[in-house]
């Protein structure tokens, strides 16, 4: 199970870290990130780490503004915020995968209940 928090209503410019915090089965999990779905929208995928690599993948969006990153001790996912736009706003979903064929993978497991992070202009 994963269980997303850290959402909120900031300012253009502003900074926001979202947490993943997993339990349960995950030792098959190979892969995690994080997806976001604007209203009327598809979910896509925003960013995700390699749990056995460490690699690393960002959409173009976000390249140089976000960094995920992984605290090994709990098993829980950080997404570092920076530099906040109003077009980042969005419903924001940890997702994991089993998928280790693909980099990033093509199906995703588990989901997060998601947290709505609004950023106003």
């Known amino acids: 199970q994963l269980a997303d928090s850290g959402g909120g209503l900031v300012q253009t410019g502003d900074s926001l870290r979202l947490s993943c915090a997993a339990s349960?089965?995950?030792?098959?999990?190979?892969?995690m990130g994080w997806f976001r779905q604007v209203p009327g929208g598809e979910r896509s995928l925003v960013c995700g780490?390699?749990?056995?690599?460490?690699?690393?993948y960002y959409a173009d969006v976000v390249r140089g503004r976000f960094t995920i990153s992984k605290d090994k001790s709990d098993d829980t996912l950080y997404l570092q915020m920076n530099s906040l736009k109003p077009e980042d706003t969005a419903v924001y979903y940890c997702?994991?995968?089993?998928?280790?064929?693909?980099?990033?993978?093509?199906?995703?497991?588990?989901w997060g209940q998601g947290t709505q992070v609004t950023v106003s202009s």
């Open positions: 997702v994991g995968s089993m998928d280790w064929k693909n980099f990033p993978p093509q199906e995703f497991q588990f």
């Open positions: 349960g089965r995950t030792a098959n999990v190979y892969f």
């Open positions: 780490y390699s749990l056995s690599s460490g690699n690393t």
